[in-house]
């Protein structure tokens, strides 16, 4: 599963390869994940394209759980 290779991931190697993906499919993809994760890994992306999949997230219902 995609998400699960993330988590393997340290946050600033998995906020490299979600910069280089479109925001709508990194903010799938994070939506996968749980905040914490989620968070560390932004903070470790580029605040312009860090807000853009957050503002993309923001548009995306909850995933069930």
Known sequence: KVSQAFLKMKP???GQILSQMSASD?????M?????????ILA???????????DNMRKLPEPAK
């Open 32 to 40: 996968t994940l749980n905040s914490k994760v989620v968070g560390q």
């Open 12 to 14: 600033a190697a998995a």
């Open 26 to 30: 990194a903010s799938e993809i994070l």
């Open 44 to 54: 470790k992306m580029d605040p312009k394209k860090g807000s853009e999949i957050t």
